[in-house]
């Protein structure tokens, strides 16, 4: 069996085609995420997030056509404020035909690490606690840039762009 054959039936590559090798740090590197990528690059971010959050099951999912965050987020049995929260790159609420989006396994969103954050300023600012975000994160530390996964919440409106904001 080839090795890419064998990490999808393991559920390691979501998508056909990505070179997880060095994302995974099988390649024997040390894996470096910088905060650019996290937020550009889905299939970067989702390596990252299997790791950073492993009690949340993340996947890519192309929008089909027809589809809005609305019809997705209900048939996950969540407010659409979670696929917004996960997916930082999004500048609208409006999505395209073939589109690629994170959609996470739970209800919740991804807060990006500002500087100054602590674990108890994060979990202050969504009004939970540190055990709750730790529960879902593993704890690694905080650097500014990070993606830390806060269950059941609404993303944060003062770190969203204007346009976001105004829908909210």
Known sequence: MHWEQWLMRKRLIPI???AVLCFL???GAAVKYTP???IGDLPM???YLRSRAPEVGFYIRA???RENLW?????KHYSVHTLIGCNPQMETYQVANGQKILVPSRAGI???VQPGDTWQKIADRYKTTVFEIKRFNADTGLSKGDMVFV???RPDMSLMNEKMREKI
């Open 151 to 153: 269950a059941d919440r």
């Open 36 to 38: 650019e990528g996290l």
């Open 71 to 75: 019809g997705i987020a209900l048939k």
């Open 45 to 47: 971010r989702l390596a």
């Open 63 to 65: 929008v089909k056509s």
């Open 16 to 18: 056909a085609g990505f």
């Open 25 to 27: 740090g099988l390649s």
């Open 110 to 112: 991804l807060h990006i």
